[in-house]
């Protein structure tokens, strides 16, 4: 989120760029042609400034840094997920959790069997050690 605080008529002339998805007063949102079409050129060695500045915006309006840090997260998109990850919310999809086990190898059932057995071996040790030492510490009251 940027520090910027676009002001009501920013926000109208931002608005009326076709290269703008929404404006809030503190975010942009580009549209995804627009953010293809930037990476597409910066690949062919056009500068962020430039690209933005082509695009319609107002570099003193939007802040200086602005383009060149939007462009290298779309870069990582683009690499990462090809144009197709303009179009869709990646928000939230992260870790599902544990990982599933249904595609494990017989092998490496049989690896996470033998490790769970020694865990509850040693565990096992453990509480008959403790209940040994109640026993001794019931005895001397």
């Known amino acids: 989120m940027s520090k ?13 760029n076709p290269n703008v998805a929404s404006v809030s007063d503190r975010a942009i949102q580009y549209t995804p042609a627009f953010k293809i079409h930037a990476v597409k050129e910066y690949q062919t060695g056009k500068s962020p ?8 915006f107002d570099l003193t309006v939007i802040g200086s840094k602005k383009a060149t840090s939007s462009l290298n997260r779309w870069q990582a998109t683009f690499r990462t997920y090809g144009e197709e990850g303009f179009f869709e919310e990646r928000r939230g999809k992260g ?32 509480l008959k050690k403790l209940e040994a030492l109640e026993r001794q510490a019931k005895k001397r009251i």
């Open 49 to 56: 400034a430039q690209i933005f500045s082509e695009g319609g």
């Open 95 to 126: 870790s599902s959790g544990r990982p599933s086990t249904k595609d494990l190898s017989a092998e490496k059932k049989l690896e996470k069997a033998e490790a769970r057995i020694k865990y509850l071996e040693a565990e096992n040790e453990l």
């Open 4 to 16: 910027i605080i676009f002001s009501e008529h920013q926000q109208r002339v931002l608005e009326t």
